[in-house]
């Protein structure tokens, strides 16, 4: 299954794929394609959306080989799954991982454009410390957070009728 990615994306499959080589793990030819249609979208992807795509190639593919090839993927912190959208997006962060960390896990927070679909995320230690500060406040401490947030990307000014934001 020849696939067309971007010389980006291609760029990050091999990195991705050395990572896991040298944690002992198999970036197998299903894996590298489904983390290459993950990271060659424009905007998060749905499951549902990666089973039709590997449908054009492997007809046989099913619910659970989709599911399956995503755990991998964020088990190793390839990929991070944004909850609110019940979809996927790339981390550029694992794929360039530094192989010595078992699975690359990171506070992360993504800011979920309801313009175009955009997501964006970051990696602020000052939030994550803020959060961890004001939940220690109230006897509570965080083991890990990530934090969605909704709103417009700065693009849609130049799109025709600019929606304003409603909450
Ligand atoms: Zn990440
Ligand atoms: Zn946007």
Known sequence: MAAEFSRRTNGLLDQADSVCQQRGA??????????????????????YELLD??????RSAA????????????????????????AFVGCMAGCTANPDEVAHTHAAQFLICR?????????????????AQAAKVVGFSV???????EGFCHTRETAAGGRVPTN
């Not at 795509?53 to 492997?58: D, P, Y």
């Open 63 to 86: 619910p659970p080989t989709v599911y399956r090839t995503l755990d991998f993927l964020l088990d190793q912190g390839l990929i991070h799954k944004v909850q609110r959208l019940s």
């Open 53 to 58: 795509r590997l449908r054009q190639t492997r």
């Open 115 to 131: 313009g175009c679909g955009r997501v964006i995320e970051m990696q602020n230690h000052d939030v994550s410390a803020v959060l």
């Open 143 to 149: 083991s890990s957070a990530t934090i969605e947030a």
């Open 26 to 47: 198999n970036l197998t030819e299903l894996r590298r394609y489904v983390l290459g249609l993950i990271l060659d979208a424009a905007s998060p992807t749905g499951a």
